[in-house]
């Protein structure tokens, strides 16, 4: 298989097959903790990258063939997926033929085109990453185009919003020294206030990133990132550990009553 990948079991999503559209490393991102590769193509350029035909023949194939349970479809991949113009029409495929809730993972870059916010009405799960809602650290983790404006990706969340009656889940990527500042806590809450997701997740780097620098926070500074965010945010990275502290550590109950 060239562009489907698992199923892998996540935390968030259960079993879930991958789908990547576009090859590594496409992307309109350069993250600095991105655990694919650095971005060797760096664009705001959608075309059919990869044959839409080609991805769902290969998803056939897979399917006719698997015979356990899938909670998800998933598009995500070596790159951001909805670079690929075709991403509407392979999800409206997928619906048609098959039950299996379909997911998207996106950087949210393109989500104030109004071609991307129609393709990703059709899916059952849209999670937007938004690292950073300051222009300075925004640019500082997602290394991004300099054509893409955080306040038009924030707008274009919240337009996105207005119309998607499915779940919108945002992923906040804290990396040490780079986004892990009170100031960008606190514009995150505002700009989260306005977005009102039905899921809010916290992680930090846990694979190993494309730049050596990017480093995790810890439990503490995770936990105080979730207090200050607000929005219902919850900490999904380090799970194991955070819960061993919780039911080693009377201080860190807090995250355990939210
Ligand atoms: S958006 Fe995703 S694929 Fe692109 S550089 Fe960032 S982490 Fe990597």
Request: aromatic share 8%; proline share 2%; with cysteine.
């Amino acid at each position: 298989m060239k562009y489907i990948y698992g199923p892998v079991r996540s935390r968030r999503l259960g079993v879930s097959l991958g789908i990547s559209t576009v090859p590594a490393k496409v992307c309109s991102f350069n993250c600095v903790y991105c655990d694919v590769a650095k971005t060797t193509a760096l664009t705001g350029e959608r075309k059919e990258y990869v044959s839409a035909d080609e991805i769902l023949k290969e998803l056939r194939k897979f399917l006719s063939t698997y015979n356990k349970h899938l909670d998800h479809i998933t598009f995500s991949g070596f790159g951001e997926p909805t670079l690929n113009s075709k991403i509407g029409y392979m999800i409206a495929e997928i619906k048609e033929h098959t039950n299996i809730p379909v997911v998207v993972l996106t950087n949210s870059s393109l989500i104030s085109r109004g071609d991307v916010k129609i393709d990703l009405l059709q899916a059952d799960i849209v999670k937007f990453t938004l690292n950073a809602a300051r222009t300075d650290y925004y640019k500082k983790i997602n290394q991004s185009l300099d054509s893409i404006k955080v306040e038009d990706v924030i707008k274009g969340i919240i337009n996105f919003r207005k119309m998607f009656t499915h779940e919108l889940w945002i992923e906040i990527m804290l990396v040490k020294g780079v986004n892990d500042y009170e100031s960008n806590y606190r514009s995150l809450h505002d700009a989260l206030e306005l977005i009102r997701a039905d899921k809010v997740h916290i992680n930090t780097v846990v694979r190993e990133p494309s730049f050596g620098f990017a480093k995790s926070l810890n439990i503490e500074e995770l936990i105080l990132a979730k207090e200050i965010i607000g929005n219902g945010a919850e900490l999904i990275s380090l799970r194991r550990e955070v819960h061993y502290h919780i039911q080693s550590q009377p201080l860190l109950q807090i995250h355990r009553n939210k």
